[in-house]
């Protein structure tokens, strides 16, 4: 059995099947099994480990960029000249 840190919002049983469609092959006698520390437990051989974090990984969402300044200011129809034209600079 190998663990794997579990996203918010995580289907087992879709990530089974998307699993099975990358060629990992799954004990589903034993697996899925989600403890109480939020591990994701999967009877797999060790040599897909890697196929099956990379499976996971494409359900945990990635952080967004802070937006730019330029583009805060373009959000309300602004641009920093007429910033430093409003504040005198």
Do not use: Y
Not at 23 to 47: C, Q, Y
Request: proline share 7%.
């Amino acid at each position: 059995m190998i663990n794997f840190t579990m996203p918010e919002n995580f289907e087992g049983v879709q990530f089974c099947a998307e699993l099975e469609a990358a060629g990992v092959k799954i004990n589903r006698n034993t697996s899925p099994l989600i403890d109480a520390e939020r591990l994701f437990w999967l009877d797999i051989a060790a040599k897909d480990q890697d196929k099956a974090q990379a499976v996971l990984d494409a359900h945990i969402p990635k952080p967004q960029a802070e937006p730019t300044i330029e583009e805060k200011l373009a959000s309300v129809g602004l641009t920093i000249p007429d910033l430093k034209t409003a504040l005198g600079i």
